[in-house]
């Protein structure tokens, strides 16, 4: 399409035209991607997903080791989208201020993200769902913003809701109310996939289908209101274990948790699980229209995650933003032509190697663009090496703080967020950090914190899965220096200099 944009339903009534016609489908594989939106790996957010796991993972590949490059929303997505890490992508946190959809954002990045690559190559693009957090704003274009590279565009305007939200539909407002038939947002990204799917699509084609969940406020379908009633959040490893050699933000929280904050965040624990069943019904109901159509042999599909989560680890009751495995790492599965089912990988895959992959399987030549991550086609061809992959990895995050005190917590002063009635604060402003990732020859992590004690946190994951302790004060002083080095090439690389 070119720059002007009709309503799916103006769309969709073209196909009783007389003659019209669609191009004829190609060779060229086609590509769809299931982006869950706060769903965890680490605490067991994989559960409620059977269908997804075994339509998907088990016909499939399941990577052990897929991490997002920061834990919030927008600059994941922003990572996601553009394949770069966030130093090159400049959005810093969810606000407008912090680059989140702003209009500095779709000048200098907008263009440069994989559906535009795609839909230069001849892909028909179709997005539906949560895009970025400042989506919509009408600081930033409003909800006649379409961003390039989308021939059929169904953007949530602002953060995830499940009910009573705006839809951008290819430049047109279109707004949803309370009823569940015709408003629950995650099985009207569902409807409107397969109308695009039986209707409109065209191989090659690529579905970007990003619902709310398991995002705040979690409202399940009527459908499973009451599953998993019985269900608490895991009592494992680091939940309720006091950080006491951590950054100052984690050592803050309240030890013991109070019976009040685990009764909350075991709520939330299972309102979360119930959002994702809807989920796990949209990855069924689609790839049985794909089977349908006779489409399903020649699409990859990809199922993932913008970032983790926690829900009592180290005492914090609920959010992201944190350096540790469970608010990181996220569920990748692919299925898709030439892969073999029941594959598990254990090379680290980022999301920023997401968009270089969808170029590869399009046959464009990442190298030319300015994506800092890596095609992960080869892996799944099995047309490289395990030691050609790369052993480690990048991870930042901007805190984010309020400049008056927050009126939860005045004890603490200013610069905190994200505050609870018992003064715990899972964000600040020096909540900002760096650091390095490695899988191989050791499993490492070293991270340090932009503030003015310059601290530092290692952990032996091999060791210490659960990263209790921290060993920076203990640890050969030849290895942080070593970590150190690599951690300032890391933020300085860009492009072919962050591959290698």
Known sequence: MGGAFLPLGALWALLTVPGLLFAARTARSNIILFLADDQDLEIGGMT???????????????????FAVTPLCCPSRSSLLTGCYPHNHLVRNNSLEGNCSSPVWQRFQEPFTFPVYLQKKGYQTFYAGKYLNQYGDAKAGGVLHVPP???????????????NYSLSVNGHEEKHGDLYEE???????????????QKLSRAPFLMVLAPPAAHSPWIASPLYQSAYST??????????????DKHWLIRQAKNPMSNTSIEFLDNVY??????????DDMVERVLRQLKSLDLLGSTYVFYTSDHGYHTGQFS??????????????????????????????????????LGPTFLDIAGINVSLTPMDGQSFLPLLENRIHVNGWRSDFLVQYTG?????????????????????PDCVCEDAFNNTYACVRTLSPINLQYCEFADAQDFVEVYNLTSDPHQLINVAK???????????????????????????
Request: glycine fraction near 8%; charge should be positive; hydrophobic fraction near 35%.
């Open 48 to 66: 409620p997903m059977k269908k997804t796991q075994s339509l998907i993972g088990e016909l499939g590949a399941t990577f052990a080791n897929a």
């Open 149 to 163: 590279g989308w021939n059929y565009w169904m953007g949530l305007v602002g953060n995830s809701k499940y009910y």
């Open 183 to 197: 408003d629950y947002l995650t099985d009207l990204i569902t409807n409107r996939s397969l109308m695009f799917l």
């Open 231 to 244: 269900v608490k959040a895991p009592r494992n490893g680091s939940f309720n274990v006091h950080g006491k």
């Open 270 to 279: 299972r309102q979360r699980w119930r959002t994702l069943l809807s989920v």
């Open 316 to 353: 914090l009751p609920i959010d992201k933003r944190q350096l540790y495995e469970f608010d990181i790492r996220v569920p990748l599965l692919v299925r898709g032509p030439g892969i073999k089912p029941n594959q598990t990988y254990l090379e680290p895959i980022l999301n920023i190697d």
């Open 400 to 420: 984010e703080g309020c400049s008056g005190k927050d009126p939860h917590c005045p004890s603490l002063g200013p610069g905190v967020s994200q505050c609870f």
């Open 474 to 500: 203990t640890v050969d002083p030849s290895l942080l220096e070593q970590m150190n080095q690599r951690l300032i090439k890391f933020q300085a690389c860009a492009g072919p200099s962050c591959r290698s």
